[in-house]
């Protein structure tokens, strides 16, 4: 009963959910969260899951004998990895987790970037600044910047009664692919769906203050100044910074959340309490 009035608010919504971490790796979490989504369509809420697949592109890479780096949380990436990356994302993870979704009711179909023109990307630069110095561009190779989303293919499968499943992969002016970071392509699906809201799963309880105490909610200035002071650092600044712009895009609300629990999403969604952060507008 508790949940009942949140699905008479959120019914005929769409909620777009990044899909990474823990969630994608432990065997029941995998289990629990096909059984969200399945549940979230039933009870007449849109899910679309844009998934990530660090741990896997990972584990590849280290039996190739490649170390990676990363750059404000983007893992640099020449042609060698993109290559890795794009079969592990699109040929292996995306359909696992489509099977998955299927396997416990759904209907879920797998998307690229690349498919009907969904992802449209540019190359990325990044500015990194040190000790007050004037900021540097550091190359990170082909790392995408959205430029643009189609979301046509999306709404049509949603109007069906699919589930969206997207690898974050985008396509250039010429046809070349670009590996984008997975949060920041689920920040500008929610905003070209006009999205209810966007949740983001990872492998901690959610945004920390200075003192090391879990925000079960933060107002974007907040969020600004905690990044500014390094207190949000590494990985989760895009996660932080693809809520704030999601907000502004016109996303309903955001949620950061502990993709460690079981029915994370659930949890999130249907109770008072939640599991995790919150970024609001105000």
Do not use: W
Not at 36 to 51: A, F, M, N
Not at 208 to 219: H, I, M, Q, S
Not at 241 to 257: D, F, P, Q, R, S
């Amino acid at each position: 009963m508790e949940a009942l009035p949140y699905i008479q608010r959120f019914y005929g919504k769409t909620f777009v959910i990044k899909y990474g971490g823990s969630a994608m790796v432990d065997e029941e979490l995998k289990a629990s969260f096909a059984q969200d989504i399945v549940l979230l369509k039933y009870v007449g809420i849109h899910p679309v899951v844009v998934h990530g697949g660090g741990a896997q592109i990972d584990q590849i890479l280290e039996k190739m004998g490649i170390t990676s780096r990363f750059v404000r949380g983007m893992r640099v990436t020449d042609r060698e990895t993109l290559d890795i990356i794009e079969m592990v994302l699109v040929g292996k993870v995306n359909k696992e987790i489509v099977g998955l979704i299927n396997q416990h009711g759904g209907m879920a179909v797998g998307l690229s970037g690349k498919d009907g023109s969904l992802i449209r990307a540019c190359k990325m630069s990044v500015k990194v600044s040190h000790d007050g110095e004037p900021p540097e561009i550091i190359d990170i190779g082909m790392v995408g910047e959205i430029v643009g989303i189609n979301p046509t293919v999306i709404r049509s499968l949603d109007e069906n009664k699919f589930i969206p499943v997207i690898a974050p992969v985008g396509v250039g002016e010429e046809g070349e692919t670009y590996n984008i970071n997975a949060d920041l392509v689920a920040g500008q699906i929610a905003e070209a769906l006009g999205a209810e809201k966007l949740i983001l799963l990872t492998d901690v309880a959610g945004v920390r203050d200075k003192k090391g105490e879990l925000l079960t909610t933060l107002k974007i200035n907040q969020a600004c100044k905690l990044i500014q002071d390094g207190v949000v650092a590494e990985g989760m600044i895009p996660k932080v910074e693809c809520c704030m712009e999601a907000l502004n895009g016109g996303v309903g609300k955001t949620h950061i959340i502990d993709g460690r629990l079981k029915h994370a999403v659930l949890l999130e969604i249907f109770t008072k309490e939640g599991v995790g952060t919150e970024v609001v507008r105000k």
